[in-house]
């Protein structure tokens, strides 16, 4: 079951209204060693497509060297930063729900910490798999509602996970994969995420931070 937290946007303008808030705050991102191992999980050739849904300040587009990288992002205030970070990438401002491509257009795609703050992220997981060359691949991370860092947070405050954004989900490692698998991705390697911390190693994988999915088109025909 995925269990969703609303601060309240209702539409794509409301959306891009409050993550542009959220950005003048500081952009939201991570290590650039992240966006490095991320690409290399992805697998991508040199010359392939690259689509990064939900790119933020463009920090994986800025590590994608060789590739054509193409960008979506809600927010217009982090699509300024993306063109100053990334200018070799091809910029695009709109919803990962509605993505402006036709359907096989790219090798891999990248959704790093977005599709659980879409309005409709099912609907976002077809679109993903429409846009994916049949041979295509995909990387997702998604945030974990059994961390184990959440569980002194319920002891101490009494509430769950919460990572400050306006629209939030967390699910569970095979819940999220379930998620995926119905709206068109075959889930190919489920790896923890725990920002490096290494003793978190020792935990198991269920109670990682986040997970990251790597997925191809569950059948040629899959998203169309």
């Not at 401002?93 to 309005?119: I, K, M, T, W, Y």
């Not at 889930?187 to 986040?210: D, G, I, Q, S």
């Amino acid at each position: 079951m995925i269990w969703e937290r609303r601060a309240g946007p209702r539409n794509g303008a409301e959306l891009r209204a409050a993550y542009n808030r959220r950005h003048a705050a500081g952009l939201l991102r991570d290590r650039d060693r992240f966006y490095r191992m991320a690409l290399r999980r992805l697998r991508a050739f040199p010359g392939s497509s690259l689509l990064d849904v939900g790119c933020g300040g463009g920090f994986l587009l800025r590590e994608a060297r060789g590739l054509f990288a193409v960008g979506v992002e809600v927010s217009d205030l982090a699509l300024r930063a993306a063109r100053e970070n990334a200018p070799a990438a091809v910029l695009v401002l709109g919803q990962g729900e509605r993505l402006p491509f036709p359907a096989r257009s790219f090798d891999r795609v990248a959704c790093l910490g977005n599709l659980e703050h879409f309005l409709d992220p099912a609907r976002g997981v077809r679109e993903i798999a429409r846009v994916l060359k049949a041979t295509g691949e995909a990387l997702l991370l998604l945030p974990n509602s059994y961390y184990s860092g959440d569980f002194c947070r319920v002891i101490r405050t009494g509430y769950g996970p919460d990572h400050h954004q306006p629209v939030e989900r967390f699910a569970t490692l095979y819940e999220w994969r379930d998620f995926l698998e119905a709206g068109g991705l075959e889930v190919l390697e489920v790896a923890p995420y725990n920002r490096f911390k290494w003793w978190k190693r020792l935990l198991p994988r269920a109670l990682a931070y986040h997970f990251l999915y790597r997925a191809r088109p569950s059948s040629p025909g899959s998203g169309g």
